[in-house]
Nanobody, 118 residues
Framework: QVQLVESGGGLVHDGGSLRLSCAVSGRTFSNYDMAWFRQAPGKEREFVATITGYGGVTTYADAVRGRFTISRDNVKNTLFLQMNSLRPEDTAVYYC???????????WGQGTQVTVSS
């Protein structure tokens, strides 16, 4: 079983920055593809960014490309999301997720709230 715990959310002004972390335990972290998703009030959950287990290949949603950076530390078993130039529309609960040799992400954290005030 894989356990994921997010941290780093909070309240920030328009244009500000936050760094989210996701601590992972239970399996060999470097084997897993990792991702960030978010869900705003009244909206469906949406993909934000992903990073592969080997090679660290990254992919971003159009809405965050150029402002957000996903990264991982395979020694500390931690996933990061550096969020710069935040906008009110980035307000959401952010979730980290993990998968290993599957299309879907079966492992999820509990989420961390990010609120961007205008």
């Amino acid at each position: 079983q894989v356990q994921l715990v997010e941290s780093g959310g909070g309240l920030v002004h328009d244009g500000g920055s936050l760094r989210l972390s996701c601590a992972v335990s239970g399996r060999t972290f470097s084997n897993y593809d990792m991702a960030w998703f978010r869900q705003a009030p009244g909206k469906e959950r949406e993909f934000v960014a992903t990073i592969t287990g080997y090679g660290g290949v990254t992919t971003y949603a159009d809405a965050v490309r150029g402002r957000f950076t996903i990264s991982r530390d395979n020694v500390k078993n931690t996933l990061f999301l550096q969020m710069n130039s935040l906008r009110p529309e980035d307000t959401a609960v952010y979730y980290c997720a993990a998968r290993y040799r599957t299309y879907q992400y079966p492992y999820w954290g509990q989420g961390t709230q990010v609120t961007v005030s205008s």
